[in-house]
């Protein structure tokens, strides 16, 4: 056993749906763009790019109930609703073939974005951590096993903010399958249980205000809702 010279912080973890034991969290990974008309509408040709990753720190995963904090330092605060996978064995340079048997389950959740701040870092060629890795920046549901789910290729993916819907999807619209998402990821990094991937959002994403409240849900995987907080 280490020993360390402050108390080691809590590991971030989810809960597991109908299961006492959680899931511990190692690192979050998240795809761009992997919808064509939400890349469309964030201005971006989807033929012509492979897939890109950024990430979000473990603790920015908290359970998606109750209330979300709005965070600081935004005036466009967007919702993006995605799958996420939950990575269940390690690898690296994984082939499509063989990547859904690293998955270890699936959940939704919501990949929030001070938007301002990514169209600013865009502009000036800044990194994006700010604007997708703030406190409380990932709201995501208890996570289901595989022999629960299946690996849902083809489910309606949505997002109602107080009632009205604002995204409507289909994963079967994803530009890159999760067994495309894994294979890429782990050309670049060593993949490894507690990895959770994003998958990215469909068309539609949009600005909360203070008060919201957000529902969102995949066909076979879950639904989940929120209420955002005040400034
Ligand atoms: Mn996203």
Redesign the pocket.
């Known amino acids: 056993m280490s020993e360390f010279v402050l108390p080691a912080p809590p590991t971030p973890s989810l809960a597991v749906a109908g299961e006492s034991a959680r899931f511990a969290i190692r690192r979050v990974f ?3 763009r992997n919808y064509s008309e939400h890349a469309r509408e964030m201005g971006h040709d989807p033929d012509r790019e492979p897939p890109f990753f950024f990430s979000k720190p473990a603790d920015a995963v908290v359970a998606a109930q109750g209330t979300i904090a709005y965070p600081p330092l935004t005036e466009d605060l967007h919702h ?1 609703v ?1 799958l996420v996978v939950a990575i269940g064995k390690d690898g690296v340079d994984i082939s499509p073939e063989t990547a859904l048997e690293h998955v270890w389950g699936y959940g939704l959740g919501i ?1 929030l ?1 001070r938007r301002d701040i990514q169209a600013q870092a865009k502009k000036l060629g800044r990194p994006w951590d700010w604007a997708k890795g703030f406190d409380e920046s990932a709201p995501t549901t208890p996570l289901r096993r595989v022999s629960d789910t299946g690996h849902p290729a083809s489910a309606a993916i949505w997002l109602k903010v107080n009632g009205d819907t604002r995204q409507q999807g289909d994963l079967a619209d994803q530009i890159w399958s999760v067994a495309d998402v894994i294979s890429y990821a782990s050309q670049s990094v060593a993949l490894k249980a507690g990895d959770l991937i ?1 998958t ?2 469909p068309a539609g994403v949009g600005a909360l205000q203070p008060g919201d409240v957000v529902t969102a849900g995949i066909d076979g995987v879950g639904e989940l809702s929120f209420t955002l907080g005040q400034r």
Request: net charge negative.
């Open positions: 998240c795809v761009g993006e995605e990949d974005t994003f990215g959002t």
